[in-house]
């Protein structure tokens, strides 16, 4: 069983957030390692980017979540995940047209769905309930952590 997980669950594994403590856990709890796609990597670091112009963290604590990232795949706790991108942007395609207009779910969360379906991923992990119903509708099993 492959579990992908939404970046906005990442992120809390290297930034302290509301909910770092329960995915910490349940990413240890589970035991696997994590796929991290080129799509995890641009929106992750931009995620903590962001949080710097949001004075929400500084340099520092922005250089230690980089470390973090790096040393989780050194320690494959994160594995390169490569999708076929034109594949994973024909499926997303074809998700926004069977269920944007029901679940609102946004591109960005649309194309994670998607790269979950073409790395044959059985569950899809996420904190945006948006997603969790588009990823429902695709036929991934999903999961929420509260």
Same mark, same amino acid.
């Given at each position: 069983?492959?579990?992908?997980?939404?970046? =906005?669950?990442?992120?809390?594994?290297?930034?302290?957030?509301?909910?770092?403590?329960?995915?910490?856990?349940?990413?240890?709890?589970? =035991?696997?390692?994590?796929?991290?796609? /080129?799509?995890?990597?641009?929106? #992750?670091?931009?995620?903590?980017? *962001?949080?710097?112009?949001?004075?929400?963290?500084?340099?520092?604590?922005? =250089?230690?979540?980089?470390?973090?990232?790096?040393?989780?795949?050194?320690?494959?706790?994160?594995?390169?995940?490569?999708?076929?991108?034109?594949? &994973?942007?024909?499926? /997303?395609?074809?998700?926004?047209?069977?269920?944007?207009?029901?679940?609102?779910?946004? #591109? *960005?969360?649309? *194309?994670?769905?998607?790269?979950?379906? &073409?790395?044959?991923?059985?569950?899809?992990?996420?904190?945006?309930?948006?997603?969790?119903?588009?990823?429902?509708?695709? =036929? *991934?099993?999903?999961?929420?952590?509260?």
């Amino acid at each position: 069983m492959i579990a992908y997980y939404d970046t =906005g669950v990442l992120v809390k594994l290297w930034v302290r957030e509301a909910l770092s403590d329960e995915v910490a856990d349940f990413v240890t709890r589970r =035991g696997r390692a994590v796929p991290f796609t /080129a799509l995890h990597e641009i929106e #992750t670091k931009n995620a903590l980017r *962001l949080k710097i112009f949001r004075r929400e963290m500084n340099a520092a604590t922005l =250089g230690d979540a980089m470390t973090m990232i790096d040393e989780d795949r050194t320690l494959r706790r994160l594995f390169a995940a490569a999708p076929s991108w034109t594949e &994973v942007f024909m499926r /997303a395609e074809r998700l926004s047209a069977d269920v944007t207009q029901k679940t609102g779910c946004r #591109t *960005l969360d649309l *194309l994670h769905v998607a790269a979950a379906m &073409v790395l044959g991923c059985d569950e899809f992990i996420s904190l945006d309930r948006r997603q969790l119903k588009a990823a429902k509708a695709a =036929g *991934l099993r999903v999961t929420t952590i509260e």
